[in-house]
């Protein structure tokens, strides 16, 4: 217990990347542009209220390509689709616009660069997720996929070839940077990329996420269920000394049990979350005492991510072409506390 009365520690940053705002309005552009309905091949990010949102406006989420009419326009979500889908699209005859995010677009950049330079990859990331899918799908054959530490120090790999690794870039950062270890341990030749890849966001929001639950009782991660990023905050404040810590897809979902006791609650949000949900937690914590809100930065994040250019190059959109890298701004990398 801290002693200092009831208070909400709240992350900054939180909520929206960069990669994230550019997606949903991307889906917001092409409905302006091109009227309802502009189809989403899966979740434009993951969160339900997103999702929700952006239905109510006139986009139509499906599982694939194949279910989007003929000549329809296909958005292609942040997370990125192999290129299978791109054809698949193509052959349907399908307009397309690519919300694929900068920082997934590099990732699959580097695997058909190594795949290309004859290496067989190590994927760090977990199984099923469609971020890895579309990542698999750019080097098919040549990709070992590796979940965590404990399954890096059993994997097989192909006699005498070389060996480098990439990973998702949704992950928690202690546990791909374990993961690394022990691979380069066993493998002592295995060549990584020239930049990480686990995102800036991600990283920025596991680091903040690491000094509140220092302080809490109770950490509240505001994110659903199926998005990597917000599990993996939950996971990074339990490592880092949080009493509780739980996933919570808005308000609705606290459990009023869960504060018995509690006097310093720490709030953050995943990078699919509005921030609009992290006000109504506020607001639900404050009509129950938790109205003195502290602010903990640990960064200031400038980046922004330029629309897909099927939205910038005129009327329609054209078929895929490579996605544009946004440029990385960050700065004031000093932890500070302000009261607000």
């Not at 899918?133 to 006699?159: F, K, S, Y």
């Not at 690794?165 to 690394?180: H, N």
Request: proline share 5%; aromatic share 4%.
């Amino acid at each position: 217990m801290s002693g200092e009365g009831k208070r909400v520690l709240l992350a900054a940053p939180r909520g929206f990347c960069a990669g994230v705002e550019r997606a949903v309005a991307a889906v917001e552009k092409a409905l302006e542009l091109y009227g309802a309905p502009v189809y989403v091949r899966h979740e434009i990010v993951h969160n339900a209220h997103v999702v929700r949102d952006l239905e109510a406006k006139g986009a139509v989420f499906v599982d694939e390509a194949a279910q989007a009419p003929e000549g329809a326009i296909l958005m292609y979500s942040a997370h990125g689709v192999a290129p299978t889908v791109r054809a698949e699209a193509q052959a349907r005859g399908l307009r397309t616009i690519d919300a694929t995010c900068p920082l997934v677009t590099k990732v699959h950049k580097e695997a058909h660069r190594y795949a290309t330079e004859d290496y067989h990859i190590l994927l760090i990331g977990h199984e099923g997720h469609e971020e890895v899918i579309g990542t698999m799908g750019h080097a098919p054959g040549r990709i070992t996929l590796v979940d965590g530490p404990e399954h890096a120090a059993q994997i097989t790999v192909p006699d005498g070839g070389r060996l480098a690794w990439l990973s998702q870039t949704t992950l928690s950062v202690d546990e791909t940077t374990e993961t690394v270890d022990v691979l380069a341990t066993r493998f002592p030749d295995l060549q990584g990329p020239p930049s990480a890849d686990i995102c800036y966001a991600t990283q920025n929001r596991q680091e903040v996420v690491k000094h509140i639950a220092a302080d809490a009782d109770l950490v509240l991660i505001v994110g659903s269920a199926n998005s990597s990023n917000s599990r993996r905050l939950v996971e990074v404040a339990r490592d880092a000394g949080a009493r509780r810590a739980h996933l919570i897809e808005d308000a609705a979902r606290i459990d009023e049990a869960w504060l018995e006791g509690i006097e310093t609650i720490g709030l953050s949000s995943g990078a699919s979350a509005p921030e609009t949900l992290v006000h109504e937690v506020l607001d639900f914590l404050a009509a129950r005492g938790w109205d003195r809100v502290e602010s903990v930065r640990t960064t200031t994040e400038s980046i922004t991510f330029a629309l897909p250019h099927e939205l910038r190059a005129g009327p329609s959109p054209d078929r895929p072409r490579p996605s544009q890298d946004g440029t990385d701004r960050r700065a004031d990398t000093g932890a500070r506390r302000d009261r607000t």
